[in-house]
């Protein structure tokens, strides 16, 4: 993923997704950056920048990429998702107490 300035956005291309300068741009900008640099790629490539990262599915590097941007652009879902996972205990181990041992229910 290339990547060009333009003012204060930077301009995506699909090139390389583990450009160091993707990672930069994900963990420097701020919100209106991020958001106008996310909506250039959208208007370039005609659809947003995690459909792309889509591509290999079992990709982890692309499905955290995937991840970071969605809750950058996203709290809310993200909140969202991580709250109900863990109310359906799929985000907690109910039999492990907080020292990390298993409680021996009877």
Known sequence: ??????????????????????????TTMSKPQLRATLKSYNDQFGNPINKDLKNKP????????????????????????????SMKGLGTDEETDQNGSHSSRG
């Open 1 to 26: 993923m290339g990547l060009k300035k333009k003012g204060s956005e930077h301009k995506l291309s699909h090139k390389d997704y583990g450009h160091e300068e993707l990672i930069r741009i994900l």
């Open 58 to 85: 079992k990709d982890e590097y692309l499905a955290l990429l995937r991840a970071t941007i969605k809750c950058l652009t996203f709290p809310e879902k993200c909140f969202e998702k991580t709250l109900r996972l």
